[in-house]
């Protein structure tokens, strides 16, 4: 069962769906207008990256690495089998959450799959 490198694909995964979550709330700001103090931006920065971090770890280690492994084992490890898990959470999660936050968490799952199947069987 070759399972790829996923120990680097998780992490530069989630740093990269970290980076862009950031630059997507810096951006906002110019899209609607309205720019944070210095409080709210620092407690918007930690609230979030506490918040991004610690469900991208537990959502990693109770859903995508088991999932991932079992692609690998019983199947072949295809993007598409990565979306449709993707997508099956990101309905779960959306039947539970409102809009706002569930778009967020919507991509930011996309974001870190599509890349975590990129670096695990990148060929280098």
Request: proline share 2%.
């Amino acid at each position: 069962m070759n399972s790829g490198d996923w120990q680097k694909a998780l992490l530069k995964s989630i740093l990269i769906g970290y980076i862009v979550v950031m630059l997507w709330i810096f951006i906002s700001q110019f899209i609607d207008g309205y720019f944070y103090r210095g409080n709210e931006a620092d407690f918007i920065f930690l609230t979030t990256s506490v918040v991004y971090f610690g469900t991208s770890f537990i959502g990693w280690a109770v859903i995508g690495i088991p999932f991932h492994f079992l692609l690998c084992k019983w199947f072949c490890p295809l993007y598409r089998y990565y979306l449709y898990i993707c997508t099956l959470l990101s309905l779960l999660i959306w039947s539970f959450f409102s809009i706002n936050i569930t778009l967020l968490f919507s991509i930011a799952i996309f974001i870190q799959v599509g890349l975590f199947r990129f670096y695990a069987f990148k060929k280098t």
